[in-house]
């Protein structure tokens, strides 16, 4: 059983461009959520996804914005980057949007340069 | 805001039992008590979450006061590959509530 899968694993960007990273759910969830780490500190919410719907949004800006896809897959859209986008990327997985265990992938590492 | 408190570091002997605490006087009575853990260069494990009564699985054993302001993880035989970042979260049952809010979490380094 495949837990959460995120690609690309590392990327490297340009100030101004845009990226878009990819999470496809633990076998059998239907809800996944996104969260940006910088280095050394703690996961912080950036949204969430359930039935094709932003359900819940943490405190980051419009560029970012995401899509999940019917076979529950998700994508998140940095527009604009910057410098301080640079971050560790994580995406999670759960059952419904009670989701009170969260299944984390390894993550995306993203510079931003 | 992060609604815990927990050390920067610790240290513990493998094989011994770490125990990990949590400070979190502000919680609601409908508030679950959760921990996580972060191996290095890997995304957030769960490990268990309680609301008022204790709780054990195969990893770990969770430990609430009875008042709730305080909780103790227990690793009862560390081994080297529990070396992590442990986060303690408090997690509301509704809303923006539902979801993890990550403080800082404690580095736990378990020498051989």
């Known amino acids: 059983d495949a837990g959460v899968t995120q690609s690309p694993t590392h990327l490297i960007k340009t100030r101004g461009q845009q990226v878009t990273l990819r999470c496809s759910p633990k076998s059998g969830h239907d809800t996944v959520s996104w969260y940006q780490q910088a280095l050394g500190q703690g996961p912080q919410f950036i949204f969430q996804?359930?039935?094709?719907?932003?359900?819940q949004r943490g405190n980051f800006p419009d560029r970012f914005s995401g899509h999940q896809f019917p076979n529950y897959s998700s994508e998140l859209n940095v527009n604009a980057l910057l410098l301080g986008d640079s971050a560790l990327y994580l995406c999670?997985?759960?059952?419904?949007?009670?989701?009170?265990?969260?299944?984390f992938g390894p993550g995306t590492r993203l510079t931003v340069t | 805001d992060a609604k815990t408190t927990q050390p920067t570091s610790m240290d513990c002997a493998e094989g011994r039992a770490a125990n990990l605490p949590c400070n979190h006087s502000?919680?609601?009575?409908?508030?679950?008590v959760y921990w996580y853990r972060q191996i290095h260069s890997q995304g957030p494990q769960y490990i268990i979450h309680g609301l008022k009564n204790n709780e054990t699985n195969e990893m770990a054993s969770l430990i609430i006061t009875e008042d709730r302001k305080s909780s103790t993880l227990i690793l009862p035989h560390a081994t080297l590959r529990d070396t992590a970042v442990y986060y303690c979260?408090?997690?509301?049952?509704?809303?923006?509530?539902?979801?993890?809010?990550f403080g800082s979490g404690t580095q736990l380094t378990v020498l051989p």
């Open positions: 996804y359930y039935e094709e719907e932003e359900r």
């Open positions: 999670a997985s759960s059952f419904g949007l009670d989701n009170y265990e969260q299944y």
């Open positions: 979260i408090v997690r509301g049952i509704s809303g923006s509530a539902r979801q993890l809010t």
């Open positions: 502000t919680i609601s009575g409908n508030e679950y």
